[in-house]
Nanobody
């Protein structure tokens, strides 16, 4: 079974950039939908960005569109989230998610069955 491990979080200032990584162990991400969600304190886990099994369809939350980019390496072992022009409201724990094989870039949390442990992103003003 594929396990997901996130890294790359940290404390940054507003306007800075960060790149989150999600490494797969015990398998690859080949032909699986993948995505990123985030959860701020006291709030639900929300959709950020997802990618379909073939990486040719990408879906972004309105709040991050134009600032964040989801991508995957050629070996299909790591998913990235490049975050630019960060804002204090981007502060949250970011989770990597694995969707179904041949899956689409859906925005609902229920479409994703496997999750990483999360990485904290804090943006100061």
């Amino acid at each position: 079974q594929v396990q997901l491990v996130e890294s790359g979080g940290g404390l940054v200032q507003a306007g800075d950039s960060l790149r989150l990584s999600c490494a797969a162990s015990g398998g690859t991400l080949n032909n699986y939908a993948t995505g990123w969600f985030r959860q701020a304190p006291g709030k639900e886990r929300d959709f950020v960005a997802t990618m379909n099994w073939n990486s040719d369809e990408k879906n972004y939350a309105d709040s991050v569109k134009g600032r964040f980019t989801i991508s995957r390496n050629n070996a299909k072992t790591t998913v990235y989230l490049q975050m630019n022009s960060l804002k204090p409201e981007d502060t949250a724990v970011y989770y990597c998610a694995l969707g179904p094989k041949w899956g689409q870039a859906r925005s609902d949390r229920g479409s994703f069955g496997s999750w990483g442990q999360g990485t904290q992103v804090t943006v100061s003003s």
